[in-house]
Nanobody, 121 residues
Framework: QVQLVESGGGLVQAGGSLRLSCAASGRFVSINAMGWYRQAPGKQRELVANTISRGSTDYADSVKGRFTISRDNGKNTVYLQMNSLEPEDTAVYYC???????????????WGQGTQVTVSS
């Protein structure tokens, strides 16, 4: 079993910054991809940013130039640096990981419990 533990959410004024962290633990062989999704009230969950094990990244158009995703493979941790936050960024942010294990032939998607980000105007 794999656990994803998120931290770093909170309340911030528009224009401010927050940094989210997500650490993976448990029994696995490797993590192919890690990323962040968000879900605002009354809306579907959407991709915010994603990074695969070789380092390439992908961002939602709405956060390009403001958010930066990074990953520490040694710590099995992914970060999301969020700058120039806008009220429209208010949502619950979920960490996601595509994990290989317990054998090389098995993989599974895991989700964190979510962390609230609220941006006031």
């Amino acid at each position: 079993q794999v656990q994803l533990v998120e931290s770093g959410g909170g309340l911030v004024q528009a224009g401010g910054s927050l940094r989210l962290s997500c650490a993976a633990s448990g029994r696995f062989v490797s993590i192919n991809a890690m990323g962040w999704y968000r879900q605002a009230p009354g809306k579907q969950r959407e991709l915010v940013a994603n990074t695969i094990s070789r380092g390439s990244t992908d961002y939602a158009d709405s956060v390009k130039g403001r958010f930066t995703i990074s990953r520490d493979n040694g710590k099995n941790t992914v970060y999301l640096q969020m700058n120039s936050l806008e009220p429209e960024d208010t949502a619950v942010y979920y960490c996601n990981a595509l994990v290989v294990g317990p054998s090389w032939f098995q993989s599974k998607d895991y989700w964190g419990q979510g962390t609230q980000v609220t941006v006031s105007s």
